[in-house]
Each structure stands twice: as C-alpha cells, then as structure tokens.
C-alpha cells in the first residue's frame, strides 16, 4: 500500500480558495468603488495570509512524502531487496544508455538504498570509467573518477565520498544513474532534500536513468513539481517489463 496521498486536503481547501476569490472579483467590480480602502487592503492581507499558509502546509506534506519512502525503504526485507535490485540491474544493463556509455556516474550507496556496488564492480568489468560524487559547499556536488587505489571518508550524511581523484566535467559524462528516494514511471523523483542532484543535472545534457525498487515506484500525483526539478530520462522499474 503506497503512502496516502497527503496533498488532497490542501488541494480541496485551495479550490474552495478560487471559488471564493472568483465571487469576489464579480461583487468587486460592482461593489469595490464603494468599499473603504482600509476594508479592501485588510481584505486582501487575508487572502496572502491563506494562500502563504497553504504554500507552508504543501512543502510540509511533501517532507512528509519524502519521510514515509524512506520509512518503507528502511523496512524492506532482505530478501525482496536482494530479488528486485538483481533484476533491475540486469535491466540496466540491456539499455542502450548503458551499453553505449563510456564514463558512468553512480553513488556510493547507504545501506537502506538499493545497492551500487554490484553496478560500479561491473562498469569496471566492462572497462567503463566511473565515478562517484563529491559533496561542494553551499551544496553543490562534483563527479570523480574512482579506481581500486581510490580512499574514501565518511561524510556527515554517512556517504561515502573520495578523497582524491580526476574531477571530469559534466560534458563528459555519458551516463548519470541518479539516486532518489521515489520516483514515478514517467521520470518524476522525489530526492533527499538537499537539492544535490538538481542543481548538477540543471547543466547536464548527458543520459540519466533511475532503479526504481517496487516499494519506490509513486503515482504520478503524489507530490507538487517544482520548477528546479529535473525530470529522470529513463525510470527502469519491474512493473514494466
């Protein structure tokens, strides 16, 4: 059972909104010459006050949205996850974003996500470069390119990130296989809230693809898009096959 979709209530309150707003244009433009102006600007103050509130209450539920995902993904069984990242990987490796691709990014996987270290062991088979990303300040990321001698840290967040290591452009990066904590069929993603990958991907022309576990795939109304989000090229999941 997916989460309850946590917007409804708010998007029921604001169509009351517009309606209420439409009414008062159409009494305005008979009534509001005879209106006092400290009535018209009280009146007005209300109607930010509402819509602020309902903008507070949307980036609220979308938190909520993020945490619920992480809850189910952190409650997955073993097993399952095993079974589908397996399949998902196989699938990853039969497209043509994959096959076609020289430098791979991928991410150095937290033990709850669906793990990358089979992905980064079999682009190095396949004589792919890859890297991994590099937390910036004032949260920008860059991609370095690992090998074996690689030596990491752990970071705050407790990732994994390289100490040392070509930085590469993101011009010459064929593929991105972009983490996220949900995602949707056609390409939206729900992140972790730091906005890494959004600012990154909004100068990058490359390929990206998603792996979808069962429990991340969302509906396509569960959360608001926003203007900074980018779309995923390719979400590979298992209810396409």
């Given at each position: 059972?997916k989460?309850?979709n946590?917007?409804?209530?708010?998007?029921?309150?604001?169509?009351?909104l517009v309606?209420?707003?439409r009414?008062?244009a159409?009494?305005?433009?008979?009534?509001?010459?005879?209106?006092?102006?400290?009535?018209?600007i009280t009146?007005?103050?209300?109607?930010?006050?509402?819509?602020?509130?309902?903008?507070?209450?949307?980036?609220?539920?979308?938190?909520?949205?993020?945490k619920?995902?992480?809850a189910?993904?952190?409650?997955l069984?073993q097993n399952?996850?095993?079974?589908?990242?397996?399949?998902?990987?196989?699938?990853?490796?039969d497209?043509?974003?994959w096959?076609?691709?020289?430098?791979?990014?991928?991410?150095?996987s937290?033990s709850?996500?669906?793990?990358?270290?089979?992905l980064?062991?079999?682009?190095?088979?396949?004589?792919k470069?890859?890297?991994?990303p590099?937390?910036?300040p004032?949260?920008?990321?860059?991609?370095?390119?690992?090998?074996?001698d690689?030596?990491?840290?752990?970071?705050?967040?407790?990732?994994?990130?390289?100490?040392?290591g070509?930085?590469?452009?993101p011009?010459e990066i064929?593929l991105?296989?972009?983490?996220?904590?949900?995602?949707?069929?056609?390409?939206?993603?729900l992140?972790f809230?730091?906005?890494?990958y959004?600012?990154?991907?909004?100068?990058y022309?490359?390929?990206?693809?998603?792996?979808?576990?069962?429990t991340?795939?969302?509906?396509?109304?569960e959360w608001?898009?926003?203007?900074?989000d980018?779309m995923?090229?390719r979400?590979?999941?298992?209810?396409?096959e």
């Open positions: 059972m989460p309850k946590v917007f409804m209530d708010w998007g029921n309150q604001f169509g009351i309606q209420i707003m009414t008062v159409i009494f305005a433009q008979k009534r509001l010459h005879k209106l006092p102006l400290a009535v018209i009146f007005c103050k209300r109607l930010s006050i509402r819509f602020t509130e309902g903008e507070r209450k949307l980036t609220h539920s979308k938190k909520e949205m993020r619920a995902y992480l189910r993904l952190q409650q069984d399952t996850r095993l079974r589908e990242q397996h399949r998902l990987a196989q699938k990853l490796y497209l043509p974003q096959t076609n691709a020289k430098t791979v990014a991928l991410t150095m937290q709850f996500e669906l793990d990358t270290a089979p980064i062991l079999h682009a190095r088979h396949e004589g470069r890859v890297l991994v590099r937390t910036l004032k949260r920008q990321m860059e991609f370095v390119q690992i090998d074996e690689t030596e990491f840290e752990e970071t705050g967040f407790g990732v994994l990130e390289p100490l040392a070509m930085v590469l452009q011009q064929d991105i296989v972009v983490p996220g904590v949900a995602f949707t069929a056609d390409g939206k993603r992140g809230g730091g906005g890494y959004d600012r990154y991907l909004a100068n022309l490359g390929q990206t693809v998603s792996l979808a576990l069962t991340q795939l969302a509906d396509a109304a608001p898009g926003e203007d900074h980018v995923i090229g979400v590979v999941n298992l209810e396409q």
